[in-house]
């Protein structure tokens, strides 16, 4: 039973910092290729930042490429999300996603999510 579970959401002040976490169990391999999505209210998911599986290689949204910065540590089975500089527009739920093919050019689709973390920037 493979399970991906988010931490680190929250409320904060716009310019302020957070950063969140997601591990993997089961039978997910942390190896796969990981990403971090979002979605606020009455808006389609948007893709945040997603990683190969070796940690190589990151492609990140236009919105967000100067200001996080995605990661992960194997050994771990888990992926971060260090979000600086945070704005208004950056509130969103944020989800995970794991067991996706790795490519450079376009969001590939994922095999498992996680169940979300809010957050709330406030200005």
């Known amino acids: 039973q493979a399970q991906l579970v988010e931490s680190g959401g929250g409320s904060v002040q716009a310019g302020g910092s957070l950063r969140l976490s997601c591990t993997a169990s089961?039978?997910?391999?942390?190896?796969?290729?990981m990403a971090w999505f979002r979605q606020a209210p009455g808006k389609e998911r948007e893709g945040v930042a997603r990683?190969?599986?070796?940690?190589?290689?990151?492609r990140y949204g236009d919105s967000v490429r100067d200001r996080f910065t995605i990661s992960r540590d194997n050994g771990k089975n888990t992926v971060y999300l260090q979000m600086n500089s945070l704005k208004a527009e950056d509130t969103a739920m944020y989800y995970c996603?794991?067991?996706?093919?790795?490519?450079?050019?376009?969001?590939?689709?994922?095999?498992?999510w996680g169940q979300g973390t809010q957050v709330t920037v406030s200005s």
């Open positions: 996603a794991a067991g996706g093919a790795w490519s450079s050019s376009r969001w590939p689709e994922y095999r498992y």
């Open positions: 089961g039978v997910i391999s942390g190896a796969t290729s």
């Open positions: 990683m190969s599986p070796g940690g190589g290689f990151v």
